[in-house]
């Protein structure tokens, strides 16, 4: 079994390795850096033929924001709704019944522990892979990482949930102090916060430099840098397969013949596992909401060729770029979920706003003592037991 999975943990060695060399500057010339190609000042003589890339570029910046405007507005702030829907439940049942005093702090301790974990994945607990997701680790992984799609026997599409469950579990007893954490930190929703960020300055660059070398005309490269602003790009790291080939980190008869690096613009929405969000409409039709997020992790592409099963073999996992705006809507969205909203795991997720939850607290009938029925040493005993050796 560990022989039949090397190729695609030796992958996801290679991607994290090629992402850190991506990041640092270059100095010296690598073998088959792209080349520039002479720019073509002239473009069609009609209006149509001019309009053409703006026309794309436009659309998919409308398809983008018509994604993110409906994530949006499924519950604006829904991390928010769902803490305050939290809270109004844990004090209501702290009046109702004092001695589940130390109950309700253990929830509240182990919801922040959660949330602040899950934000960069650093000691976070669970785990997520092929056997399923659990914990923190799982519930953030579904809204950081492209998931894997079997529906079609024939034609599966491999997603980053398969490279980041299988990788830790293979990597050399020496190696894995240090690469699982920053895995993990790739696969964070910091890290889709950061490259998101990043990408609206990069990504019109980008854009430029894949014009230019494919010869594109003065026109359709504007289109492209202001494409690349709204809707991002992709960066081609080809160049980088000789290094990752001289590390020695694949197997014999396995290589990887292509990777890229993408790029989201201000409105790239992204691509991952969680969803799609389902809702009922006016017309009670039940409409799906494409769920946004992704990571760093998530935004690098591979092709995988190797002959380890004994026959060759092709394998390829699509990058996925993630902007701004969906890196913060995903973030909420997760916390909602680290908080217990449901709006989590793969497949259709039918959601719900948390804000009708909230219903402030409200005081009992005095005929009991205002205890809810708790004893006086029932709640003195509860105290006891938050903050040992205190006097009451």
Known sequence: MQQTLRPYVTAGIAI???GLIAATPVVTPLANTPTFRSVALTAGGTLPDLMAPWNEVFNEASRNSTILTQNFLLAPGVGFQQMLANQTQFWQSIIDDPTKIPDV??????????????????????????NGAE???????????????????NNIAFGHDLLFGLLPQFLPADLAPIATPLVDFLASPLSAIIIGNLGPSIAPWVAMMNSIQDGDGL?????????????GATLNLDFLLPLIAQTGLLPAGTEISHLDLALGGLLTPGDVGVGPYQVTDAAGNL???????????????????????????TISIDSHAVGPIAAMEAWGQTVGALLGSGWDGKGAVAVSPPWPGIDFPTLPDMDDGGAGGATASDIMAALQDMFPGADF
């Open 219 to 231: 026109n359709q490269i504007m289109a492209n840098m202001v494409g690349g602003y709204l809707n």
């Open 105 to 130: 702090m253990q929830q509240m301790q182990n919801n922040l522990d959660a949330v602040l974990t899950g934000y960069t994945l650093q000691n976070a607990t669970g785990s997520f892979g092929l």
């Open 287 to 313: 409409v799906d909401v494409p769920a946004v997020g992704g990571s760093m992790f998530n935004s690098l592409g591979l092709t995988l060729t190797t002959g380890a099963l004994g026959v060759p073999l």
């Open 135 to 153: 914990g923190t680790v799982g519930t953030v992984a579904v809204h950081t990482l492209s998931g894997t799609d079997i529906s079609d026997i």
């Open 16 to 18: 994290v390795g090629s």
